[in-house]
């Protein structure tokens, strides 16, 4: 395996992630396109802007391509406001996810994101998980999230839904 140049940004692309304002429409849609069932957290905790909302998730695999469906609290500002669909039935790409294998290779994405002057929406870390949004919507639409999972995350997405 070849050793990838310090200058670039890293991680395997492995995710889409979606903003939707109805997650059970949303999976419903989803299920017509081969994604037959999701693992789901409801209501999660969320802060955003120093304010406490409620977050609910999906996910599946559709071959090697995880999906995101993320339902955010629409009171609540958010790095998801400018994604939310007009509708209860549509979905919006929000980010595309990129894997990030180790440390290494985690301080190597940081430091081109800073070298880069890319600005970093939000960012956090918790014991199971290292990420990041970096905001290319003025080049590209959407958010890059760059995430670092640790042994149980990586034990979490192993046990999500898989669909050829």
Known sequence: MSERPEQTRTGAFFQLGYVVRDLDRAMKTFSRRGVERFSTIRDAPFQAY??????SLAMAY?????IELIQPDLELPSIYTSSIPPDLSSVRLHHIGMWVEDQAEWDRVQDSIKRDGMPIAQQGSMPEVDW???????????YIEYIWPHEGQRAYFASLPRFP
């Open 50 to 55: 120093g304010q406490e909302g409620r977050l």
């Open 132 to 142: 990041c949004y970096v905001d290319y919507r003025a080049e590209t639409g959407h």
């Open 62 to 66: 559709l071959g090697d391509l995880q």
